[in-house]
Nanobody, 119 residues
């Protein structure tokens, strides 16, 4: 089992920044990738960014150039630096960790942290 705990959400104005953190614990060996997803009211959960165990990042088009994903393997923590936030970024942000067991993906999720961008 993998436990994921997010922190860092809050209320900011458009153009401001936030940094989300996700601390992983438990059976964290063999995690292949970690990522951030978000879900706005009335919408499906969507990928924001993910990063492989080797450190290769991938971003949704809507956040490219504004968000940066990173991970500190020594601290078992992943980060999402969000700059130039827009009202459209308002959502609950979820941390995800993925393992692959016998070719099948197994996903673990955090409890989510609210990000609200509003003037």
């Amino acid at each position: 089992q993998v436990r994921l705990v997010e922190s860092g959400g809050g209320l900011v104005q458009p153009g401001e920044s936030l940094r989300l953190s996700c601390a992983a614990s438990g059976s964290i060996f063999s995690i292949k990738s970690m990522g951030w997803y978000r879900q706005a009211p009335g919408k499906q959960r969507e990928l924001v960014a993910d990063i492989t165990s080797g450190g290769s990042p991938n971003y949704a088009d809507s956040v490219k150039g504004r968000f940066t994903i990173s991970r500190d393997n020594a601290k078992n923590t992943m980060y999402l630096q969000m700059n130039s936030l827009e009202p459209e970024d308002t959502a609950v942000y979820y941390c995800n960790a993925r393992k692959v067991v016998l070719l099948d993906p197994i996903d673990y999720w955090g409890q989510g942290t609210q990000v609200t961008v509003s003037s």
